[in-house]
T-cell receptor
Framework: DTGVSQDPRHKITKRGQNVTFRCDPISEHNRLYWYRQTLGQGPEFLTYFQNEAQLEKSRLLSDRFSAERPKGSFSTLEIQRTEQGDSAMYLC???????????????FGPGTRLTVL | KQEVTQIPAALSVPEGENLVLNCSFTDSAIYNLQWFRQDPGKGLTSLLLIQSSQREQTSGRLNASLDKSSGRSTLYIAASQPGDSATYLCAVKETSGSRLTFGEGTQLTVNP
């Protein structure tokens, strides 16, 4: 168990470019979450998956954002036509929601810091 | 809509002092509450998780309490050390498997 990993750790891009981030959850975790954190704020929920199904999207997730989790393993978050306001830390978390309930603790990755110039 | 507030926003204490961080939430119908630590530029590390049926959890020098009816939680850190310097975040989960709603955090500095 190597924990949640995210790639890249840092991304600098110019306004208008597209970027894609990857998250690899803890092996066999069936839930995967994306959050966004701006400087001095707590993380804000973006979306989550159970296996390959995207179950909820925040209103923060504009049409320029898309997330996928093919085959219920890793996930990608793509931002099209980036804007300076997209600059933030993008955090991924995973959990194992078992039938019958559990603490469903979310384990977070190190994050991808995006800077849009 | 659930809102989570943390007070104070920043705290600076001398080494060895005991301290309390506060967290309040507006909707008391929560599933659990979790305290995290975040070092600058890093991800989140879970410290303590309290289920809605529990009143407190302890881990080493850390003790978290939960008063669900009043919508409050506290994180007590005993005998603080410079290595405790970080931002502490509380987050609530409203149902099993759902999103976390975070507060803005308390930035703690422990001075040697």
């Amino acid at each position: 168990d190597t924990g949640v990993s995210q790639d890249p750790r840092h991304k600098i891009t110019k306004r208008g470019q597209n970027v894609t981030f990857r998250c690899d959850p803890i092996s066999e975790h069936n839930r995967l979450y994306w959050y966004r954190q701006t400087l001095g704020q707590g993380p804000e929920f973006l979306t989550y998956f159970q296996n390959e199904a995207q179950l909820e999207k925040s209103r923060l997730l504009s049409d320029r954002f898309s997330a996928e989790r093919p085959k219920g393993s890793f996930s990608t978050l793509e931002i099209q036509r980036t804007e300076q306001g997209d600059s933030a830390m993008y955090l991924c978390a995973s959990s194992n929601l078992l039938a019958g309930g559990s603490t469903d603790t979310q384990y977070f990755g190190p994050g991808t810091r995006l800077t849009v110039l | 809509k659930q809102e989570v507030t943390q007070i104070p926003a920043a705290l600076s204490v001398p080494e060895g002092e005991n301290l309390v961080l506060n967290c309040s939430f507006t909707d008391s119908a929560i599933y659990n509450l979790q305290w995290f630590r975040q070092d600058p530029g890093k991800g989140l590390t879970s410290l303590l998780l309290i289920q809605s049926s529990q009143r407190e959890q302890t881990s080493g020098r850390l003790n978290a309490s939960l008063d669900k009816s009043s919508g409050r939680s506290t994180l007590y850190i005993a005998a603080s050390q410079p290595g405790d310097s970080a931002t502490y975040l509380c987050a609530v989960k409203e149902t099993s498997g759902s999103r976390l709603t975070f507060g803005e955090g308390t930035q703690l500095t422990v001075n040697p």
